[in-house]
């Protein structure tokens, strides 16, 4: 089983919608990252959240960490075939420091 | 160079060969990392190197596979007598510092393909 559980795995949603990825764990992470990943390349740093209950926002996508650090969201708002990709979270492992990712979200925005 | 870069980015192997995966991290970044990413998944961790100093290698899933970074610059990833089941997306990434709260950067990886 993963340390970080992603959900749903797969979205594919019409433009303009909104939606929510979830990342969930039993694990506490001193940090945790969203990245994105296109086909053929790595994954891109989005976001780094470092405090609970913390709330970041990239333009259209707002972040969150979990009070007690063990979960996240990537919630996007009016949703744009750009948006299409793997999302990926990763944590920083509280008590080891090993950074541990999900299996992802991948995403399909249709025009 | 101005990111990291991986070659080849694709490799096609026949089971029983040995294959090198070279790793060149972004110039001056004292951490570098090697994931593996099977189909649908997420990155799973290999090792971990700070400098020339393999820290960490309890990703590694067998003694078939062997990483090195003599100079602390370019590293390799060596596996030898490959597997189906190595087929997979090799992950390099740097960081400017160390510790595991530093941002990596990733390359755009190997794409391996064991027949």
């Known amino acids: 089983t993963q340390l970080l559980e992603q959900s749903p795995q797969f979205l594919s949603i019409q433009e303009g919608e909104n939606l929510t990825v979830y990342c969930n764990s039993s694990s506490v992470f001193s940090s945790l990252q969203w990245y994105r990943q296109e086909p053929g390349e790595g994954p891109v740093l989005l976001v780094t959240?470092?405090?609970?209950?913390e709330v970041k926002k990239l333009k259209r996508l707002t972040f969150q960490f979990g009070d007690a650090r063990k979960d996240s969201s990537l919630h996007i708002t009016a949703a744009q075939p750009g948006d299409t990709g793997l999302y990926l979270c990763a944590g920083v492992v509280a008590l080891s420091g090993d950074m541990r990712f999900g299996a992802g979200t991948r995403l399909t925005v249709k025009p | 160079g101005a990111g990291v870069s991986q070659s080849p980015r694709y490799k096609v192997a026949k089971r029983g060969q040995d294959v090198a995966l070279r790793c060149d991290p972004i110039?001056?970044?004292?951490?570098l990392f090697w994931y593996q990413q099977a189909l649908g998944q997420g990155p799973e961790f290999l090792t971990y190197?700070?400098?020339?100093?393999?820290?960490?290698k309890s990703g590694l899933p067998s003694d078939r596979f062997f990483a090195e970074r003599p100079e602390g610059s370019v590293s390799t990833l060596k596996i030898q007598r490959t597997q189906q089941e190595d087929s997979a997306v090799y992950l390099c990434a740097s960081s400017k510092l160390a510790g595991g709260e530093e941002t990596q950067y990733f390359g755009p990886g190997t794409r391996l393909l064991v027949l």
């Open positions: 959240v470092v405090t609970g209950g």
């Open positions: 110039s001056g970044h004292v951490s």
């Open positions: 190197f700070q400098n020339e100093a393999q820290l960490d």
